[in-house]
């Protein structure tokens, strides 16, 4: 299981999706999956995280196309999928710092037993 789900709802983005999917290649710290739940695009998105999930990547990545519905039912739909401890999302049009997910696993595991904090 991995540490974290970093999770990306997309919709139409495979011009800028490889942004984010180059940043997650560059973690430091590779202890999460990928999760992609793709609301129904019309543009190559599909072959384009196949192409990345063809790949050694260090982490896995799990895609999903469900049919148009909106960011709220990918974000319900992306939950029931997570296989991560910790849940995050970040959009598709953005990307991650290359310690991003070692820091956050360092903060994780010093408050992930402290009653006043969730997650």
């Not at 982490?59 to 401890?85: E, S």
């Amino acid at each position: 299981m991995p540490f974290f789900t970093v999770f990306t709802p997309t919709y139409n983005r495979a011009y800028i999706l490889p942004q984010l999917y180059r940043s997650l290649c560059e973690q430091s710290c590779k202890d999460f999956e990928w999760l992609v739940v793709d609301d129904g695009s019309s543009d190559n998105t599909s072959e384009l995280v196949a192409q990345w999930q063809g790949r050694n990547n260090g982490f896995q990545i799990c895609y999903y196309q469900i049919p148009n519905g909106g960011k709220p039912r990918a974000i319900n739909f992306g939950i029931t999928k997570a296989q991560g401890k910790f849940f995050f999302m970040v959009d598709s049009d953005d990307h991650l710092t290359s310690t991003a997910i070692e820091k956050m696993l360092s903060w994780c595991r010093g408050v992930e037993n402290d009653p006043h904090f969730i997650g």
